[in-house]
C-alpha cells in the first residue's frame, strides 16, 4: 500500500515535472544529510600504491616453492642484481631485514662502547637511538658537509647522513659526499642513509661511490620507492669486511629475496623512475596550489612534503589539518615546532591536502 501511494502521486504529472520533483527531493536528502569526511592519513613515508603485480607474483610463486624450506642464506641472486646495479663487487653487498635491521648491526660493530656518532639533523627520526642502543653516543648536527666537518674529531666513529633526507627531502650530491669522506678523520665511517635513493636523481645516488670510495657504508631499502615495505628487504653497500659481517643469521625470506630482485629488473627499475617523477609532479602540484599563501614547503623529488607557514606555527598546523580530518606528521619529532611532514599520495589527496591548508 505505501509503495502504491507513493506512485499514485505522480500519475497526473508530466515526466519532466516528475524528474524536477524527484532531483529536488535528492538535493534535499543531501543538503540535509550528516556529512562523513573519511580520514587521509598523510602522517607516513611508504609509497601509497601497492608493489608491482608482478613483484607480488614473484613472491607468491618463490613462497609457493619452497614454502617448507629455508631460503639462500647468502641471497646470492639477489647480491649478485645489487652488485651489477651499482656496479661494486657481491662481496660490498649484505642483505637484511630492512635497512634499519643493517644499520642496527653496522653501529654494534662501530660505535659499541661509547663511540660518538654525528647524526646530520634532522634525519631519519629513529637514527639517535639506534646509535644509542648500539652503546654510542649520538651527537645531531646540521646536516651541512661544514657543519659536520667543524664538529668531527677524535672520537668521532661514524657520521651518519640520510640523503634524500627525511623529512625535508635534502639531499648531499656525490660530489658534496666524495669531498666529506675524503676530510673526515680517518677512522670515522661515512654511513648515508639512502633509503629513498630511487628518488634522488638519476646518476647521482651515494651506491655510485661505494666501488671507488673507502670508508663508506650506503643502506638501500625496498620499502619506499618499490612499496615492499611488508617484506622487510634491505641492503648495505661498503667495505666487504665490514658488511659481510652484517647479514641476518636467518636469511632474509625466499619471498623478499624474489622480490626484490625483480624490483632491480629492467621493468621495475623503470617503475622506479616513474615513481620519482610522480613525486616531482605531486611537489609541483601543491606549489601551484600554495601559491600566494603564506604556506611553502621546499621543491624536492621525494614522496613527501616538509610544510611550514609564516602565519602558524607547527602544532597549530598540525591541528588545523586534523580538524578537517588530514593527518599529518608533527615537526616536533625532529625537535621542529615550525614544520609539518605531509606524505604525497597522488593528485587528488595532494588536492585535500592542498585544500585543507589554505582553509
Do not use: C
Amino acid at each position: 500500500m505505501g509503495l502504491r501511494d507513493y506512485y499514485r502521486q505522480f500519475e497526473a504529472m508530466p515526466p519532466e515535472e516528475i524528474s524536477a520533483e524527484l532531483r529536488a527531493r535528492r538535493d534535499e536528502r543531501r543538503r540535509t544529510a550528516v556529512s562523513k569526511v573519511d580520514p587521509l592519513d598523510l602522517s607516513g613515508t611508504t609509497w601509497h600504491e601497492p608493489p608491482h603485480p608482478d613483484a607480488v607474483n614473484a613472491a607468491t610463486f618463490a613462497l609457493r616453492r619452497a614454502v617448507n624450506e629455508p631460503p639462500d642464506l647468502a641471497a646470492t641472486a639477489l647480491r649478485e642484481a645489487l652488485a651489477a646495479h651499482h656496479g661494486v663487487a657481491v662481496a660490498q653487498v649484505a642483505v637484511g631485514h630492512g635497512a634499519g635491521e643493517l644499520l642496527r648491526a653496522l653501529l654494534g660493530r662501530v660505535v659499541a662502547g661509547g663511540g660518538e656518532a654525528l647524526v646530520a639533523w634532522p634525519g631519519w627520526q629513529p637514527l639517535p637511538a639506534l646509535v644509542e642502543g648500539a652503546g654510542g653516543v649520538a651527537v645531531p648536527v646540521a646536516p651541512a658537509a661544514p657543519a659536520l666537518l667543524a664538529r668531527a674529531g677524535e672520537r668521532t666513529r661514524a657520521v651518519i647522513v640520510t640523503s634524500p633526507s627525511d623529512p625535508t627531502g635534502e639531499r648531499l650530491s656525490r660530489r658534496a659526499l666524495r669531498d666529506l669522506r675524503s676530510r673526515l678523520p680517518e677512522q670515522a665511517l661515512l654511513i648515508v642513509d639512502e633509503a629513498l635513493g630511487e628518488f634522488a636523481p638519476g646518476g647521482d645516488d651515494a651506491a655510485g661511490l661505494v666501488a671507488d670510495l673507502p670508508g663508506l657504508v650506503v643502506l638501500r631499502s625496498f620499502s619506499k620507492a618499490h612499496a615492499m615495505a611488508g617484506l622487510r628487504v634491505g641492503a648495505a653497500l661498503g667495505p666487504a669486511e665490514l658488511v659481510g659481517r652484517l647479514g641476518p643469521s636467518g636469511g632474509v625470506g625466499a619471498p623478499g629475496q624474489a622480490a626484490a630482485a625483480w624490483a632491480l629488473t629492467p621493468d621495475g627499475l623503470a617503475l622506479a623512475r616513474r615513481r620519482r617523477a610522480a613525486a616531482a609532479a605531486a611537489h609541483r602540484q601543491l606549489a601551484a596550489a600554495l601559491a600566494g599563501s603564506p604556506l611553502a614547503a621546499p621543491p624536492a623529488g621525494v614522496p613527501f612534503a616538509w610544510l611550514s607557514s609564516d602565519a602558524e606555527d607547527g602544532p597549530a598546523l598540525a591541528a588545523r589539518l586534523a580538524a578537517a580530518q588530514v593527518f599529518v606528521a608533527p615537526g616536533r619529532l625532529w625537535g621542529d615546532e615550525r614544520h609539518v611532514r605531509a606524505a604525497l599520495r597522488g593528485p587528488e589527496a595532494v588536492d585535500r591536502l592542498a585544500g585543507a591548508l589554505r582553509g
